[in-house]
């Protein structure tokens, strides 16, 4: 028997003439999936919001993020999603972001369904995803999303589907916070290009930069084989595939450095070295050390008194 935890999410409900019966129709279970996406980049973005200077999630934030649900419940089609948590994880805390995120996109739903303004607080990069949220339904079919602390459902209509698809455009534009090599400057019209990894391949950033960010870029370009620099502002992205297209502003430029850190998990800590030095000295050789050696380091080693000669 699992000894995992688990936690009401949210719940799904499918609703027409095909979910009589709380039947789902398996090709229905792609919804599923699509919504576990979403709450999970959304989740993912507001936590980066929380924490603007921390540049890694959390570890398991991501691949400890499990959704499951182990029954069909009636009013139509009910699907309680709950979220899983495994026993070995112990203190580990995945954050409330999940929740909020759930809780997000029924607002965005409900936006959709009334032809309202978007959540301000929405990250923008998940706007795309909802091309692959609904592809099962048809025209007269509805699914509601209710969020575990939401009181009332949202309805995710056919007329919901079209305005995000509107809402969607060839691109858009969000937030960003990218580290990259600088490949190219022109002090002229000010303009750089950043080469960056996206997606598993190496592309770059075009953006221009204020009289100000000069020196850093000149400095990151001159030394770009050591030094990488940082960007934070506003970029485009291409909705397809929500790869950053260009820079429409820079806040800000850091100097980072390029090397990444070497680690060799071959050579024993050191402590394990101190200790293998200390076995191998001959019997009797520590003797001599004084067992307050931390306190009179002074006298000791210089022949002077504590904090002075």
């Known amino acids: 028997m699992s000894a995992d935890n688990t936690f009401e999410l949210a719940l799904l409900r499918f609703d027409g003439e095909r979910f009589a019966g709380h039947a789902l129709d398996v090709e229905c279970t792609q919804e599923l999936i699509a919504y576990k996406n979403i709450v999970l980049e959304c989740a993912k ?66 936006a959709a369904n009334t032809d309202d303004l978007l959540p301000a607080d929405l990250p923008l990069n998940i706007i795309p995803l909802f091309r692959d949220f609904g592809t099962t339904l048809r025209e007269d079919e509805i699914l509601y999303t209710r969020a575990q602390r939401t009181k009332s459902e949202a309805a995710y209509t056919v007329k919901a589907r079209r305005a995000l698809a509107e809402w969607l455009g060839p691109s858009y534009e969000d937030k960003v916070d990218v580290v990259g090599e600088v490949r190219m400057a022109n002090v002229g ?52 595939d929500r790869m950053l297209k260009r820079f429409v502003r820079i806040d800000d430029v850091r100097l980072a450095s390029g090397e990444a850190p070497q680690f060799d998990d071959s050579v024993p800590p050191i402590w394990e070295q101190l200790s293998a030095i200390g076995r191998s000295a001959p019997p009797g050789a520590w003797d001599a050390v004084p067992s307050d050696l931390s306190v009179r380091i002074d006298e000791v080693v210089y022949g002077s008194g504590v904090g002075g000669i």
Do not use: C, Y
């Open 45 to 110: 973005a507001l936590w980066r919001r929380k924490f603007p200077d921390r540049a890694r999630l959390p570890k398991g934030f991501e691949g400890g993020f499990r959704l499951q649900f182990d029954r069909l419940d009636e009013g139509s089609t009910v699907v309680p999603l709950r979220r899983v948590r495994a026993s070995e994880q112990g203190e580990l805390d995945l954050g409330d972001e999940f929740d909020e995120a759930a809780e997000l996109i029924d607002r965005t739903v409900a």
């Open 189 to 240: 019209p000010s303009r750089f290009a950043l080469q960056i990894e996206q997606a598993g391949a190496t592309v770059l950033v075009d953006g221009k930069f204020a009289p100000e960010q000069e020196g850093r870029v000149l400095q990151a370009l001159n030394e770009h084989r050591m030094v990488r620099l940082r960007v934070v502002g506003i970029g485009e992205f291409a909705t397809a």
